[in-house]
T-cell receptor, first 117, second 109 residues
Framework: DTEVTQTPKHLVMGMTNKKSLKCEQH?????MYWYKQKAKKPPELMFV???????INESVPSRFSPECPNSSLLNLHLHALQPEDSALYLC????????????????FGPGTRLTVT | LAKTTQPISMDSYEGQEVNITCSHN???????ITWYQQFPSQGPRFIIQ???TKVTNEVASLFIPADRKSSTLSLPRVSLSDTAVYYC??????????FGSGTKLNVKP
């Protein structure tokens, strides 16, 4: 199974809502990533988890809160978002030991299309 | 911060070979260069990865000169289904990795 799954596929939320994005992989990968991608732009790294511990936070605002409950699951909790946070949120995983090492092939999920109204 | 530069877009016809170059001046000395393909509303998909000289797999080749300040993805005999955005992914010498700006390849019949 070389698949990364993400739910929901689409999400519309108001600026006062709290919601969560979910990501799951069963490839035994020990690094998991959250990216944000705006239209016609490359993915931008937000967070990296290595062995279920947060190893990289790319100065992401605190209204985004990641969580890695176990080695297969990654969540992104959203609270008090702004309209400019509307984007495609991508989850990825890789067989890692050093989570920031780009030499490991990353497997991406299909993303969650988030719209903040 | 290091920058990567890719052409914004390229046009090609079916059956042609396409070469897409990424310039990465500040690549980390011990890091690989990876290329990804992305279709609309999908996550990027790994194509090929290399450290130096030439790497070939069943879908592409990757050429990396000795100074490693650039890399060229070569797609042989493209088809309509190769229409996508292509990104290089590198790590700079501050241990930050990031995608290049992306090249939109349009393959025409």
């Amino acid at each position: 199974d070389t698949e990364v799954t993400q739910t929901p596929k689409h999400l519309v939320m108001g600026m006062t809502n709290k919601k969560s994005l979910k990501c799951e992989q069963h490839m035994g990968h020990r690094a998991m990533y959250w990216y944000k991608q705006k239209a016609k732009k490359p993915p931008e790294l937000m967070f990296v988890y290595s062995y279920e511990k947060l190893s990289i936070n790319e100065s992401v605002p605190s209204r985004f809160s990641p969580e890695c409950p176990n080695s297969s699951l990654l969540n992104l909790h959203l609270h008090a978002l702004q309209p400019e946070d509307s984007a495609l949120y991508l989850c990825a995983s890789s067989q890692d030991p050093s989570a920031w090492d780009s030499s490991y092939e990353q497997y991406f999920g299909p993303g969650t299309r988030l719209t903040v109204t | 911060l290091a920058k990567t530069t890719q052409p914004i877009s390229m046009d090609s016809y079916e059956g042609q070979e396409v070469n897409i170059t990424c310039s990465h001046n500040n690549i980390a000395t011990n890091d690989y260069i990876t290329w990804y393909q992305q279709f609309p509303s999908q996550g990027p998909r790994f194509i090929i990865q290399g450290y130096k000289t030439k790497v070939t797999n069943e879908v592409a080749s990757l050429f990396i000169p000795a100074d490693r300040k650039s890399s060229t993805l070569s797609l042989p005999r493209v088809s309509l289904s190769d229409t996508a955005v292509y990104y290089c992914l590198v790590k700079n010498n501050f241990n930050k990795f990031y995608f290049g700006s992306g090249t939109k390849l349009n393959v025409k019949p």
